[in-house]
């Protein structure tokens, strides 16, 4: 494609007023301003004809195969011709809605010995699919009046994960974290608790772990040491619906739940337990059988991965109702989700206890940072006052529901967005610890 260049739009608009001012002073040489349009339409066909032409040109682009949400990378623009190479060039790539551009598509590339290079800055915005379909290389002639510009499909993907970079970051510290929790004798008594061994009663042992029948018959006190039970039961549901869809700090809500369940079930999955995943909205999406093994990460980060966006209202009876259906023996049920009002509480409280007459639940609030800068922020202006009272007052109702849920037996956690896996880990941990599973 061959168009205009700027200067060239700017000369031919001020060549007009010229003829038009010559017809009018000297009608005999009318066709002089012709001639001046004339002169202008060489010179840009001599531009087009001359230096580097499209197949001389070559453009490739790379970007990285998978990236996680959230996360920023580049899609790094490799710019070649083959002769008469021009001083500067400009590529631009195609724009796609999981994908944003931080400073712009288009970028200007310096060329020395005919090649140039140019790096785009993106931030991937949502998980999916995202495709850079089409590139673009223009550049100008010799005399900088026309355009040529040459188009290109790429048709490059790249897969925007869930965000496992915490995983990877605490791997090394969960590992560690949990070799030493297999080499703690767990001597804490309760409901899955196994039998291990008798041992000397020491110090600080549980008074009620001595067996006194054995102690009778070796004349000296012996306990009983338990180790935890593995192989339990861990189900991590993610609402999907309109509110976990909402950013928090430029990210959903539902990605921020999808990180910290892959990062629970990466301790839970090497701590030997069986992990399983479910998605609902308005209706159940995303259902899987529980796995076990290290190997099975990769599954529970693609059924993850497949979680889709939705602008639905979460129906929690039908939710829960399916899940309590399909499980067999108790398990820990965590549940990743919030909700804007409290009608949607209310369902919320009354479905979950077809849960807790059998299984252990947890329930993963994000704190909503917002309001609370709004109550905590100093009021200024009228209306500064008006948000803080309304913003305090969804806070109080927030807060009854939470304590509520905390009556009926629930185990409740509200962290921030950012914390939100460790959190959730730690308390895994300590649950386990104290044989609640």
């Known amino acids: ?134 590139t673009w290389l223009r550049w100008t002639g010799p005399l900088g009046l026309i355009w040529k510009q040459k188009e290109m499909v790429l048709g490059a993907e790249i897969l925007i994960a869930p965000d496992i970079r915490v995983v990877r970051e605490r791997s090394a510290q969960l590992l560690h974290r949990q070799a030493m929790h297999g080499l703690i004798a767990q001597l804490e008594l309760g409901e899955g608790a196994e039998f291990e061994a008798l041992a000397d009663y020491r110090q600080g042992m549980d008074r009620r772990a001595i067996d006194w029948k054995s102690s009778a018959r070796h004349t000296s006190l012996l306990a009983k040491e338990y180790r935890t039970e593995r192989n339990n039961n861990i189900i991590i549901a993610l609402d999907a619906g309109r509110t976990m869809c909402e950013p928090l700090a430029g990210v959903p809500r539902v990605d921020r739940a999808v990180s910290a369940a892959l990062l629970t079930a990466f301790v839970a999955l090497k701590d030997g337990d069986r992990v399983s995943l479910f998605g609902f909205d308005s209706h159940p999406r995303v259902s ?74 947890l329930f993963i609030l994000f704190r909503d940072e917002e309001l609370e800068t709004l109550v905590e922020a100093e009021p200024v202006e009228p209306e500064d006052v008006t948000r803080a009272v309304t913003a305090a007052a969804l806070l109080r109702e927030r807060k009854l529901v939470v304590n509520r849920l905390r009556r009926l037996g629930v185990h409740v956690l509200e962290a921030k967005h950012d914390q939100a896996g460790p959190t959730l880990v730690n308390a895994y941990v300590d649950l386990k610890r104290r044989n609640l599973l």
């Open 1 to 134: 494609m061959i168009y205009p260049a700027r200067p060239t739009i700017a000369a031919a608009a001020a060549v007009a007023p010229v003829a038009l001012l010559i017809g009018a002073l000297v009608p005999a040489y009318w066709f002089a301003g012709l001639s001046l349009l004339a002169f202008l339409l060489a010179l840009c066909l001599i531009d087009a004809f001359a230096g580097a032409r499209h197949r001389d040109a070559e453009l490739i682009c790379e970007g990285p195969a998978a990236v996680s949400v959230g996360a920023e990378f580049e899609v790094e623009c490799h710019v070649r011709f083959a002769r008469a190479a021009p001083s500067r060039c400009e590529v631009a790539v195609d724009d796609h809605p999981l994908l944003e551009a931080l400073e712009g598509h288009r970028r200007s590339v310096r060329v020395e010995n005919g090649a140039g290079f140019a790096a785009i800055e993106m931030r991937a915005l949502r998980r999916g699919a995202a495709s850079i379909g089409r």
């Open 288 to 361: 899987t059988k529980p796995v076990s093994g290290s190997r099975s990460f990769a599954l529970l980060q693609r059924v993850a991965a497949g979680i889709d966006y939705s602008d639905r209202e979460t129906n929690y009876t039908l939710a829960l109702a399916t899940l309590a259906s399909g499980l067999n023996r108790r398990s820990m049920v965590v549940i990743f989700t919030d909700f804007a009002d409290t009608i949607s509480a209310e369902l919320m409280l009354s479905a979950v206890g077809t849960l807790l007459s059998r299984h252990l639940v």
